[in-house]
Structure formats: C-alpha cells, structure tokens
C-alpha cells in the first residue's frame, strides 16, 4: 500500500535549520518502502528543496493531504488539522506553560502525537536524540564565551579566536579550529594567573560525550574530582579536565548512610547537594546533567554569591547545555538564542546584565544548541530515526491505542492518541485544566 509522510520545514526560530530526515533517508526510504515524502519549501533548511526533489520528494506548502507530519521543534496551534498524526520534540509532558495551547489544539481535534523524547528501550534509555550534538556545539560555544570573558578581564588568550559554533561552515572547521588554539597552548602556554586551568564537566552521558570530544582537541590532562583541592604546580601548557559523577554532586543528609546511586535516583529527597565544595576550584564548568526539582541543585545562587565574595574568584563562566530555567543552576534566570547567546550573572545584585563582564560568571544559556550544527545533528538524527518511519507509515491510527501495530519504542512515545491521553500520560490531565 502506497504511504504518504511530510516533512514539515521549522520556523519556530530564525536559527532552526535541521530537519528530520535528509535527502539520502528520503530516497532510500522511499525505494525500500513504498512512501512519498511531501516536503515543506524552505530557504533556510540546511538541505536545499532541490536536494529533495533529486530523490523524488514533493516539495508543497499545503500538507493538508497527508496523514502523517513528522517535524522537530514544536509546531503552531493554527498549523494542526482533525485527526493528523503528528510526531516531534512537543515538551509538553512538564506541563511546559507556554506549550499548553498547542497540546489543547491537538486534543480538540482528535490528533495523535508522538514525542521523540520518549522512543526508548526496555531501560528507557532514549534511541533518537540531539544531546550528543547539543554537547558538540555548546563546547564550542562555551569555549567562544570563555575567550570574550577573559578579554573583558583584558586577559588575551588563544580561546579569542574560537567562534561560535553557528559561524564555522561545518563541525569539523569548528575543531580545526580550537585544535590550532590548543597547539598555541601547548607551545606558549596560557596566562600564568590562569594556572591551573580547569574545565569540569557535570554528568557523563550523551551531552557530556558531545562536549568532551570538543574538548580533548584540546591538550589536557584528566584528575579526579578529589584531587581538584590537592592540585600544585600546575602546567600552563594544559587544560585540566574533571568529570562530576553523581556521588561528587550529592551526599546523604544522613550521616550514617552511604551514597547509593539508585537510592538516589529513587528518593532524591534524602540527599543534599555538595558541589560547592568542587566549585571554587574551576575555571569553567560544561553542565550536562539531567535535573528535576525533587534533586538538589548543582550550583545555586549563593554558591555563586560566596564565590564572588572572594577576591579574584577562579569561575569565569558556566555554560548550560541542559538549559533548566532556574533549575540545576539556579542563576540561569533566562535561556538565550545565537544572536545573544550569554549574559553575566551579578551575585551581589541577584540580576543579569547583557555579555561579559569580570562582576560575575558569564551563563551560555542556547536552549537550541544543535542547530547551530545542522548538517551534523540532521544527519544524525536522520539516521537513527529511519528505522522507525516504515513502521509509522504502515500503521493504522484509526484503531484503539491497544490494538496499534507498533513497536515498543515507538509506541510508548504516543502522548495523544486521537485526542486522548495515552496511559503512561494520564497525569497530564491535570495541565489541560483551564
């Protein structure tokens, strides 16, 4: 049976590039599965309209006809039509405020959506994502920031140099170019001030991977979180890398309790946060963490304010690429796009002022890092989504949620299902509530 999937093209934002599938999914897709790809005409989509029609794609405004959307970033209330199956990244299962209308639309009209965020494995580790990516351009970002601090500090530094990821052509200029900033500090060294100089990364996953493969273009050396305090004549000629597992983040308030990662994870209520007691040694921290209110934060506003209590505080600079709004870095007041992508957080006023200034750390703040490396994240991303889109396009969404011929990853993912709160999301009943 002959299947009909679009594309919608993104413009939540002007910076939004990617797209689901590229062209080379498209066609093999197409020829191995008998679908048609109707595609949204887009002058900003990193692969152009004519990379599509190459490989047989329609390329149409008006989606009307096809049953089945697939997009990434959210999409506008007035675009949904009764009873369309639409699948992308909706953040809407927090009860996200501004992301209820959109959800409200969807129900009245008796659509089916499908989350990305929630195609899993039996361990609900999740199968189609950006985060590696988000890693990737926040470090290069991150790094970009850590150059304009230092100069407002008039401290020259080779990181001056780096961009941001969204001005290299590809993520692979991008590394050139900080691996031409590392042998400069292998070769003459960083300031003498700066002595030691240490990167931390919180958190180990996906995000954390990303960013960590930015970095070690970089020359550095690896400590232990314990040995940050201990750590004397130090190399110039080098970074200093640090990974924050769990067990460095939190300890239990009582004394008599060990740290247990899954008693953590289960009852988040029983520990503290102890990160103030790294934070004083870094440089920079790259925050890769995942967080809910139920755990302690990472770093909090007055961690910041005793910090900028002394004289010469060592932070220059956090950048979020988990991007929690008053969340595990609590002096992330605001997330930011391309065009301004970090402010300083003034510890003695509790406020933010625009760019960089030596009067607090400077906050990265992008909530839409891998689109600043869209032909690396789309590529990615279309692979990994491929496999799933045969199934999607065979499926017969006008059955019962129970009887839908899906895989379990991909069933699990349905939030709405002709308008219905699918049993894994009943509790989002409470959001819809006017």
């Not at 499908?114 to 990737?136: K, N, P, W």
């Not at 209590?309 to 605001?334: F, M, R, W, Y």
């Not at 993912?413 to 699918?422: D, N, Q, S």
């Amino acid at each position: 049976m002959h299947r009909i999937i679009a594309i919608r093209r993104e413009d939540k934002n002007e910076w939004e590039r990617r797209t689901p599938l590229t062209p080379d999914a498209v066609k093999a897709l197409a020829d191995s599965h008998d679908i048609t790809f109707h595609i949204q005409p887009s002058t900003t989509r990193i692969f152009s309209n004519e990379a599509f029609t190459r490989v047989g794609g329609v390329i149409e405004e008006d989606l009307s006809n096809c049953p089945i959307v697939i997009g990434i970033k959210e999409m506008p209330p007035a675009f949904f039509l009764p009873k369309k199956t639409y699948m992308f990244f909706s953040h809407t299962t927090k009860g996200q405020p501004h992301n209820m209308p959109m959800l409200k639309k969807l129900v009245d009209l008796k659509c089916t959506l499908i989350d990305y965020e929630f195609i899993t494995d039996q361990d609900d580790r999740r199968l189609v994502f950006f985060s590696f990516h988000a890693g990737l351009a926040g470090m290069v970002s991150g790094l970009w920031s850590l150059g304009r601090r230092l100069k407002a500090q008039d401290i020259i530094s080779p990181f001056e140099k780096i961009q941001q990821a969204k001005d290299y052509s590809s993520l692979k200029d991008a590394k050139a170019a900080i691996a031409q900033a590392g042998t400069e500090i292998a070769q003459n060294g960083l300031p003498l001030q700066l002595a030691p100089f240490v990167i931390g990364f919180a958190g180990y996953g996906n995000v954390s991977r990303g960013a960590q493969e930015v970095f070690d273009s970089l020359p550095h050396k690896t400590i232990e979180p314990q040995d940050l305090a201990s750590l004397t004549n130090p190399d110039n000629h080098v970074l200093y890398k640090v990974v924050f597992k769990e067990h460095h983040m939190a300890e239990s308030i009582d004394p008599a309790q060990p740290f247990g990662l899954q008693d953590y994870y289960d009852h988040p209520q029983k520990y503290r946060g102890i990160f103030h007691r790294y934070l004083p040694h870094l440089t920079y921290l790259v925050n890769c963490i995942f967080w809910t209110p139920s755990y302690p934060r990472l770093v909090t506003k007055d961690d910041i304010k005793k910090l900028y209590s002394t004289p010469q505080p060592k932070l220059l600079g956090i950048a979020d690429i988990s991007c929690d709004i008053g969340g595990s870095i609590e002096c992330l007041v605001k997330c930011t796009d391309p065009a301004n992508p970090a402010y300083t957080y003034l510890p003695d006023k509790d406020s933010i002022s625009n760019g960089f200034s030596p009067a607090g750390p400077v906050i990265l703040a992008v909530d839409t890092l891998p689109a600043e490396i869209p032909l690396e994240s789309s590529t990615y991303f279309s692979g990994v989504l491929k496999d799933f889109i045969p199934h999607l396009a065979s499926c017969d969404f006008s059955k019962d949620y129970d009887h839908l011929s899906l895989p379990g990853p991909l069933k699990k993912a349905i939030i709405l299902h002709k308008g219905k709160l699918t049993p894994k999301y009943q509790y989002m009943e409470i959001f819809l509530i006017p």
